[in-house]
């Protein structure tokens, strides 16, 4: 309406009348002034600010409006009955253990559920949640649908640094908590989490649909930041892994480096007391996933350039070089190249062949589709082709006839494509997470089918990567250097 002050965002009927409240308090203060002389001299009230006869009008329509449980926000927002029955059980366990770990599956509704969890707290207020940046903008939605009667403030991990050191929270929730899991070291972003929780003194959930991707030593960091943690009496990682981690010892190039990934399962029935875990199975879904691999010519040049990288190692230009002087750079370069893009010595990127590009736009014409690049100048041959009809913002993806272009690293967690008609991916990843986790962005508990496809070069390495990657394999180096002879 036009004629009241717009809802703020994170802002319930109860915030938007406090917020106008004040606003009418300050346009109605008042300032003592002194008037007169001698035995006249007196003291008068009088308006700090000028009348503002319509801005107030606008203020007293705004506080009847608000004031008026009618107009509510709409609560768009009807819980399954799993996460009804999660809702309860981890209200209970946050309040008694101060952290709460909602291990749940993709798509099984976690964001909303720990949402729901918060907004069955009255003793919550102020939450700060923490995800992707992709993410913000669906988190919202979700918050907004839901009405709740907290204040949320939703930021991303790489922003954390900009909140103010007087704030503080209730409750942090911190999405794809698994990303703070480095180890032995811990990652500056577990780092900045702790100073917040440590300077709030509040209370945690952790979000994660796999807590521990590749090593169970993962789980340290995560919770390290909780005082009351089942590690919370050992001092740091190393005296952790005294109990919990059996460490072994390699030789890598000449030097002997201590392994700590071989965390044992005791690290998961500690964590059990303060997780609920939930799958998408035992969530009813019953969705299956369709994949197919188009293989696609690339041009000559592709082939020419790739070839010659391999023989010489080394492709000089007249203002570029491309140089490959180590396995893991030959591996990278390669992996570029086969796609149509090189990122030059100079650091400079450029796009040397359309041609995956233009068979998705045609191969998919009039479907609106989720498209996963692995390097940046992917998203530029695709913009090129595609124009106005590719966003890379997910709100806009969903109220619009646009596809949407995603790295894969950064859209494989926390979003969801479930308006997508297939996903298609214009190259890979050498990260099995990212493979298990990214084609299942579709998944819905009401959605039977998904289809993705892979667009791969014709004898390209794509085919090699995916090889490894579909059986829960990293690509390695190793799995480069066999593969090498066969390109």
Known sequence: ???????????????????????????????????????????????????DEPTMEVILRSIEYYSNTENQMDNEIEFRDYQIDI????????????????????????????LGIANNRADINNVLFVTKKKAISSIMKDYNA???????????????????????WDLVICDEAHSMGAFPKPSNRSLVVRNIVQRSRCEVILLSGTPTPESYSQMYHQV?????????????????????????????NGLTIRDYSNGKDSILEKMKPYMITYTQKEAGF?????EEILYVPMSELTHS????????????????????????????????????????????????????????KARFAGNKIGIFYKFKAELDAL????????????????DTDKSIALQIVSGREGISLRMADFLVYYNIDFSATSYWQSRDRMTTKDRMHNKVYWVFTKDGIEDKIYQAVSKKKDYTISHFKKDLFSL
């Open 1 to 51: 309406m036009s004629n009241i002050i717009e809802r703020k965002s994170g802002y319930n009927n109860e915030a938007m009348l406090k917020y106008c409240n004040s606003l009418m308090s300050i346009l109605e203060s008042s300032k003592s002034v002194t008037k007169g002389s001698g035995k006249n001299l007196r003291t008068e009230m009088i308006r700090k600010y000028p009348k």
């Open 87 to 114: 809702i309860n059980r981890g209200k209970d366990l946050l309040k008694k253990n101060k952290f709460l770990y909602l291990a749940m599956e993709v798509r099984t509704g976690k964001t909303l559920t720990s």
């Open 146 to 168: 839901l009405d709740p009667t907290f204040f949320i403030n939703v930021i991303n991990y790489e922003s954390l640094h900009t909140l103010d050191d007087s704030e503080v």
């Open 224 to 252: 390290y930041m909780i005082p009351n943690n089942p590690f919370s009496g050992y001092k740091n990682f190393y005296r952790f892994c005294d109990e919990y981690v059996d460490v072994k010892e390699k030789r890598i």
């Open 286 to 290: 019953t969705s299956t996933i369709d």
């Open 305 to 360: 350039l790739t070839k010659k990288l391999q023989r010489d190692l080394v492709i000089e230009g007249k203002e570029e070089t491309i140089l490959a002087d180590t396995s893991v750079k030959l591996m990278m370069k390669l992996h570029q190249l086969y796609s149509g893009t090189i990122k030059f010595e100079s650091g400079n990127s450029k796009v040397l062949d359309l041609t995956k590009a233009e068979f998705i």
């Open 383 to 398: 913009k090129q082709v595609f124009g106005d009809e590719l966003t890379t913002e997910l709100s806009v993806f969903e």
